[in-house]
C-alpha cells in the first residue's frame, strides 16, 4: 500500500518554487534561463537528488529525475511538467506536476517498493512561449519538432537566439540532436496539471481524467487598406484595415461555433491598428489567430473555410491580407490503457472524478508523439490560471498525486505488453 500524499509536502516545495521569483511584487514570474529560473532549476534538481533519485538535463535544458526500477533496460514510467511561467502569473501552472510528480515517487519509495521499471520526474524546458514567442520548446525537441537550425532562429526581445542563450549556460550544441525521444522508449507518460477551467469545481470534483488535449494553430495576420482622412472619404470610398479585420474576427468566431468536432476555440487576442488615432481610417491592423480543436481534420477543414472567407473580404473591401504561420500542432487523444489505470487508480481510492478534455495544452501534447500519455487534473479556483489569482487547494493537489501515485506504480509493474 501507498500512503496518501502529504499535503504539507506539496505546499512547502510549492512555497519555495515560488521564491525564485523575478516579480515578487505582483504575480510569479519565472521565464526561461532567466536568474530566477536558473535558481529554480537547481532547487528542483537537489530536491530531486534528496529523493535519492538521479538526475540529468539533455541539451535543451530538460530535467530528467529518475528513481530507478529492478530493470533499467524497460522503458521507463514518466511523469512531471515544467516550472517556468508567463508573466505575472501564478505559482501552480507547471509547478503543481513537478512538485506531483517528486511527491508520488517519495510515496513510493516509502512504501518500501521497487517497480520494475524505472519512473522519471521531467521538468520540460520553457512550456510558456514567454521568451521566445513559442512553447512547449523542451518537449516539442524530444517530439523531433526543434531542431538546432530552429533554435538558431528563435529570438527573445533583446535579440538574443535560443542557441546562443544555451550555449552561454554550457548546453552543448553538439548534444542537440540527442535530444529526440525514439517511439517505444518510453512506456507512458502521465502529467498532473491544474484544470485551468473551473468545471471540477463546479462539479465538486476532486480530480479529472484527461481524455483528448487540444493543439493550437496561430498565425500572425497583416491586413493593408489605405490610411486616409476620416470626415474626407466617403464610406464607399475607404479601404479601412479595421473593418476588414472586423469581419475577419466575425467569420473566425462563426466558423467555430459551426464546427462540428467536439471542442474548437477561435480567439483574436491581440490586435494593433495602425495610425490609431481618432479621426484616421486605419490603414493597417495586425492581429494574432489562435485556435484550438481536439480534432485535427476538423481543423483543418475550418483552417480552408477561413482563408477561402478571407480571400473573400479582400476582394470585397479591397484590402491585402497576409496570413503568417507560425505553428500547426496536432491534438491527441489520450492512451485509452492509461486513462484505465487512472480511472481505476481513482476507484480503489473512492476519489471522485470526471472525464474531460484539456482545450489548454500542454508539454504532454508533445510527449504524446512518442509516448502514451495522458493527464491528471487537480481545480482551478474559480477556473483562473495565468495569473496572481491562480490557485488550487494544496489538498486538492495532494488527492490528484494520490491518484497519479497509484498510477505510476501499476504502469511501472506492467510487463505483460
Ligand atoms: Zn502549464
Not at 132 to 141: E, I, K
Not at 303 to 311: D, G, P, V, W
Not at 363 to 381: H, N, T
Amino acid at each position: 500500500m501507498i500512503n496518501h500524499a502529504n499535503a504539507q509536502n506539496i505546499k512547502n516545495w510549492l512555497e519555495a518554487i515560488n521564491q525564485f521569483n523575478s516579480t515578487l511584487e505582483f504575480g510569479t514570474t519565472r521565464v526561461l534561463f532567466t536568474p530566477s529560473e536558473i535558481a529554480a532549476r537547481e532547487y528542483v534538481k537537489n530536491e530531486m537528488l534528496k529523493l535519492g533519485m538521479n538526475v540529468r538535463e539533455d541539451a535543451i535544458g530538460n530535467i530528467f529525475a529518475t528513481y530507478e526500477g529492478q530493470d533499467t533496460s524497460l522503458p521507463a514510467v514518466w511523469t512531471g511538467s515544467h516550472i517556468d511561467t508567463v508573466l505575472n502569473a501564478g505559482m501552480f501552472d507547471g509547478m503543481a506536476g513537478v512538485v506531483g510528480g517528486m511527491e508520488a515517487v517519495r510515496l513510493i519509495k516509502e512504501s518500501g517498493q521497487r517497480p520494475k521499471r524505472s519512473i522519471e520526474v521531467i521538468v520540460y524546458t520553457s512550456e510558456e512561449p514567454t521568451r521566445f514567442g513559442l512553447s512547449c520548446l523542451g518537449s516539442r525537441a524530444m517530439a523531433g519538432k526543434l531542431s538546432l537550425e530552429d533554435a538558431k532562429n528563435l529570438k527573445d526581445n533583446d535579440g538574443n537566439t535560443f542557441a546562443e542563450v544555451l550555449k552561454s549556460l554550457e548546453y552543448n550544441p553538439v548534444e542537440f540532436k540527442n535530444i529526440p525521444i525514439s517511439k517505444g522508449s518510453v512506456f507512458g507518460a502521465v502529467e498532473l496539471h491544474i484544470e485551468q477551467n473551473g468545471l471540477l469545481e463546479e462539479n465538486g470534483l476532486p480530480v479529472g481524467i484527461v481524455k483528448a488535449i487540444c493543439a493550437p494553430t496561430n498565425y500572425s495576420v497583416e491586413v493593408y487598406g489605405c490610411q486616409s482622412h476620416a470626415g474626407g472619404t466617403s464610406m464607399d470610398a475607404r479601404r479601412d484595415a479595421f473593418t476588414a479585420s472586423c469581419e475577419v474576427s466575425l467569420s473566425l468566431e462563426r466558423l467555430a461555433k459551426e464546427s462540428e468536432s467536439e471542442y474548437t476555440t477561435a480567439t483574436i487576442g491581440r490586435v494593433e491598428v495602425v495610425p490609431n488615432a481618432v479621426n484616421v481610417i486605419p490603414g493597417t491592423v495586425k492581429f494574432s489567430i489562435d485556435i484550438r480543436d481536439i480534432d485535427f481534420e476538423s481543423k483543418n477543414i475550418l483552417l480552408n473555410k477561413l482563408l477561402k472567407e478571407i480571400s473573400e473580404i479582400e476582394q470585397k473591401r479591397g484590402v491585402n491580407i497576409t496570413l503568417i504561420p507560425e505553428n500547426h500542432d496536432r491534438p491527441i487523444r489520450c492512451d485509452e490503457k492509461i486513462v484505465e489505470v487512472i480511472r481505476q487508480s481513482c476507484e480503489n481510492q473512492g476519489i471522485a472524478y470526471q472525464v474531460m478534455i484539456s482545450g489548454a495544452y500542454h508539454d504532454s501534447l508533445f510527449v504524446g508523439e512518442f509516448a502514451p500519455v495522458a493527464m491528471i487534473f487537480v481545480p482551478s479556483k474559480n477556473g483562473i490560471s495565468h495569473s496572481p489569482e491562480e490557485w488550487t487547494d494544496y489538498e486538492d493537489i495532494a488527492v490528484g498525486v494520490d491518484a497519479l501515485a497509484e498510477t505510476l506504480l501499476t504502469l511501472a509493474n506492467t510487463t505483460d505488453e
